[in-house]
């Protein structure tokens, strides 16, 4: 059998093996059988699965992760980790659930933010809110599932580092209020009307720490009027308001 005749043997046999993989590839075998979700907490798993849009049988080659990640993210409480294949039939949704983290007095409402800096829900209103208000925030406009639109992002940067630190340590409930105008010198206020100078949003768990200790918490039960600097991370100087005022 001469070489031509070979390869044309060859290309044939090539080309017939290709189309039988293609049919087999359109079969029920890789037809999605099951979605598991996973990383959920509040929002159901029917939920996520409904958003997700992955009809039972559909051709799991012919699934869009792109597409099914954006359903999934206009739901503002979820963010999408993964979404991956396990062949032959299975869908694996891999979420993590946003969760509020403060608020931002904005035209009259309150928009209501992750850590991240996404929009969970915008409030004409606020009650009794157990998370730390947000002031200061140069915020040019908000959309709900959405990043903040900010003037400058290093503000959110900023809060983000020190809103982590806050949860991180459950101090979210004893925040009133956190300024950031100058994001290189952050200020809060606890609930007690204490004001803590943070300073740079730089060893921010150092920071915090000091707003768990009994010295800390004595002077701010009893509403003294100052402000705690822990701007230095490594000590913290309480200044009562009537020192700075003769200084």
Avoid: H
């Avoid at 659930?97 to 209501?112: C, D, F, H, Q, T």
């Avoid at 100078?197 to 002077?219: H, M, S, Y």
Wanted: charged share 25%; net charge negative.
């Amino acid at each position: 059998m001469g070489n031509g005749r070979k390869k044309g043997l060859f290309l044939l046999l090539f080309l017939l093996a290709t189309m039988v993989a293609m049919v087999y590839i359109g079969t029920e075998v890789f037809q999605v059988k099951k979605i598991t979700v996973m990383g959920n907490k509040d929002v159901k798993d029917e939920d996520i699965i409904r958003i997700a849009g992955i009809p039972i049988g559909e051709n799991i080659f012919k699934i869009d992760r792109k597409l099914v990640r954006e359903r999934l993210e206009s739901n503002p409480l979820l963010k999408v980790l993964s979404i991956d294949f396990n062949f032959p039939d299975e869908v694996i949704i891999n979420v993590a659930e946003r969760k509020p983290a403060a608020a931002i007095p904005y035209l009259g409402s309150y928009v209501i933010i992750d850590v991240e800096g996404y929009v969970i829900e915008i409030r004409d209103r606020l009650d009794d809110i157990p998370y730390p208000l947000v002031q200061g925030l140069g915020l040019m406009g908000c959309t709900v599932g959405k990043p903040l639109s900010l003037a400058d992002w290093y503000q959110m940067k900023a809060l983000s580092r020190l809103l982590e630190g806050i949860y991180k340590q459950q101090l979210q409930e004893d925040i009133s209020e956190i300024i950031v105008e100058d994001p290189n010198d952050i200020y809060m206020v606890s609930r007690n009307g204490t004001v803590v100078r943070v300073g740079q949003a730089i060893e921010v768990d150092k920071k915090l720490k000091w707003l768990k200790t009994p010295n800390f918490r004595e002077i701010d039960s009893t509403g003294a009027n100052g402000i705690l600097d822990v701007s230095a991370a490594n000590q913290a100087i309480f200044k009562p308001l009537e020192e700075e005022v003769t200084q």
